[in-house]
């Protein structure tokens, strides 16, 4: 039974929880309201993150010790089994004192000496959504067990708190996913900008580079030959620059022909070879059965450089690079338990190096255009928004699989087209 004033002092907490933004704020005004309507000091809770994966154990930072709230945060919840058991409860308990618990994690009880614990389950619609702690530290505070009212009025509490955090996971899930609609707006922007501009480019370099060509014959011997084999050298770096902008932006129309896989690779080995330094070793695994893929060559050439120069400059001091292709056949069970797959019969190309690796805060951010870990002077960061964008031009995907410092593998997709002649 709750008494008036708890009644009263519960209304204006839901009131200031409205305002709440986050965890941490909801958190001060939780504990604010434990203080004044309780015996008791601290509070806590752990909530499952919104991707549902984790639990976060936020502390109450103001009124509470500093330092228990951090050591509490810095705990990983699926390592130890006294959180465990907190956020596995499903009903709320009280244990009076933690030192004569058998369950207790005694390192914990140690370190913070924790006392009386009083847990609510917090729940909402049905789901777990983490646990709700009020407690005593130390002997100062001691062992306290609560009076009924302070008991339904925790209780109380909790199921308050349930509600603002599903609320507040809701919010942060909605801007996640405007994050992404913005994104994809701003790349669709980008390609078109990009592809109106290349093409014009093209043809400025084509009188460039012609001209400049007409120029060195000409200067054969003069003391301005050099400054023109530069400003061919200039030119070609452009045009290739050129030549990715107009990939990835969609200019050009495909040009899809069934083509074995391996025999591009085959081809387009002999140019990688020239672009990589004699510390670098090049292995191509040519693939058990026919790959035949519908593809424009001309773009999955493109692919296959932009992924070599990419291994080259991830291997400053040698490696390994090799292009492995193989079939991959992804059925509906794969894909329900690897969500970046696709269901469908595969070509894949790899190409596997010995290099540094992406770090994993890096993963997604790589595809972007633009994205660049490199000096100006070296990287645009177009190399792999064309290999994604060619990826999906002829319908497959692209994933990157990186273990730090040891290495990294981009694994291109490409549905499987009957053989010719078979069809
Ligand atoms: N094989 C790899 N190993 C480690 N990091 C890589 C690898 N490939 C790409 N990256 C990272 O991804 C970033 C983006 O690559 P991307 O090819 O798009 O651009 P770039 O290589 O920096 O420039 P550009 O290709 O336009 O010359 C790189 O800067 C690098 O940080
Ligand atoms: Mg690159």
């Known amino acids: 039974m709750l008494a008036r004033m708890d009644v009263d002092a519960l209304l204006n907490l839901s009131r200031r929880l409205h305002a709440a933004r986050d965890l941490d704020a909801v958190m001060a005004e939780v504990a604010v309201a434990i203080r004044e309507a309780t015996r008791y000091r601290r509070a806590w809770m752990a909530v499952r993150t919104a991707d549902g994966e984790r639990f976060r154990v936020v502390g109450d930072r103001a009124g509470g010790d500093p330092a228990v709230s951090a050591r509490l945060e810095a705990m990983e919840v ?9 956020v596995s409860a499903t009903a709320p308990f009280v244990i009076d004192d933690l030192r004569r618990d058998p369950d207790a994690n005694q390192d914990h009880v140690e370190a913070l000496g924790p006392r009386t614990v009083i847990l609510v389950p917090m729940v909402r619609l049905a789901e777990r959504v983490g646990a709700f702690v009020v407690g005593t530290y130390g002997d100062a505070e001691g062992v306290m067990p609560p009076t009924p009212g302070e008991y339904a009025f925790i209780i109380q509490v909790a199921s308050l708190v349930s509600v603002v955090v599903g609320r507040i996971h809701a919010e942060e899930q909605r801007a996640a ?11 669709e922007a980008l390609g078109r900008l990009a592809g109106g501009i290349s093409h014009d ?14 120029a060195l014959d000409l200067l054969e011997g003069h003391p301005a030959e050099e400054l023109v084999v530069d400003v061919k050298a200039a030119a070609d770096r452009a045009a290739a620059l050129t030549r990715q902008l107009l990939a990835f932006s969609r200019g050009q129309p495909l040009d899809r022909r069934p083509l074995d896989v391996a025999e591009v690779i085959g081809g387009t080995a002999r140019f990688i070879r020239r672009l990589l330094p004699t510390t670098i070793a090049l292995e191509v695994v040519p693939p058990a059965e026919p790959s035949v893929v519908l593809a424009d ?3 999955l050439e493109q692919v296959l450089v932009n992924l070599a120069v990419n291994a080259r400059d991830a291997m400053p001091s040698g490696g390994r690079l090799t292009f492995e292709t193989r079939r991959v056949v992804l059925d509906a069970d794969f ?3 690897h969500p970046w797959g696709r269901v469908g019969d595969f070509v894949v190309v790899s190409a596997i190096d010995t290099g540094r690796g992406v770090p994993p805060e890096l993963r997604e951010r790589i595809f972007e255009p633009f994205f660049s870990s490199k000096p100006a002077s070296r990287g645009t960061g177009l190399g792999l928004a064309v290999v994604d964008t060619v990826a999906r031009q002829h319908n497959g995907f692209v994933r990157v699989r990186s273990g730090d410092e040891s290495g990294s593998a981009f694994d291109l997709y490409l549905p499987r087209a009957p053989e010719p002649g078979r069809a």
């Open 177 to 187: 996913l405007e994050r992404q609609v913005g994104r994809s707006q701003r790349l």
């Open 297 to 299: 060559r001309g773009q």
């Open 78 to 86: 699926s390592k130890d089994p006294y959180l465990q058991r907190c």
């Open 201 to 214: 480019f093209n043809n400025l370099l084509v009188t460039i580079m012609g001209n400049a060509e007409l």
């Open 335 to 337: 894909v329900a338990t």
